[in-house]
């Protein structure tokens, strides 16, 4: 008897990265090896959103050893959502996957989520298993995604999980428009109202180790909750009416 085939046949893998330096390396290699593994067509991608550190010196000493890999790169920063837009623009595979470059995933786990992708399965989701943050931010994660939940109807368990293993077909079903971080607010829904079909995978998430958030402070989060406003507006009231 033959093996069965997977569903998955090809693969882009990116990873946005602002000042991560000491990490992109090992983020990348991880998911590399996961592709060798599974014997994929794949790629890698980084978008080094505007980082100010030595980001890009490790990016171009990597480009050098893994042909791969492709590297995006945002003269000044253009925040979560621009990463992401450009990865999305930037992938080729008929899947795509993406997580943070900060390590705080391991991309090796993206084994975990090739193996639940089906026929009858759009979106491979995951979900942590425990939020490895301070108190403060595990509270307010918590609250975030209580509310996004509520207010624009999503039904998975981790909205802010991103750590996404995405069919192409089903994400050029949808327009993303938003540069700050509700674009993962933005993108659940939208995939959501495109009929994609979920399925939700376990993940680890790890205390971040070098840099911090971007996202903690007064602008940010003022900035996004400006922007969950407009986009309740645009994706709940307007399509109801």
Known sequence: MSPPVSEVESVSAFFPCYNDEATIAAVVRSAAAVLDEAELDGE?????????????????????????????????????????????????????????????????ELAQLLERAAPDVDVVQGYKLGRADGVVRRVIGRMYHGFVSFAFGLKIRDTDCDFRLVRRSMLDRVRLEHTTGVICVELVRKLQDAGARFVEVPVHHY???????????????????????????????????
């Open 207 to 241: 205390p971040r180790q070098h840099g911090r958030s971007q996202f903690f402070n007064l602008p940010n989060v003022a900035r996004t909750l400006l922007a969950l406003v407009g986009l309740w507006f645009e994706l709940v009231v307007l399509r109801r009416r």
């Open 44 to 108: 890698l991608i980084v978008v080094n959103d505007g980082s100010s550190d030595g980001s890009e010196r490790v990016l171009k000493e990597l480009t050098e050893l893994e042909p791969r890999l492709r590297v995006v790169t945002h003269e000044r920063n253009r925040g979560y959502g621009g990463a992401l837009l450009s990865g999305f623009a930037a992938a080729t595979k008929r899947w795509v996957f993406y997580t943070d470059g900060d390590g705080q995933f391991d991309p090796g």
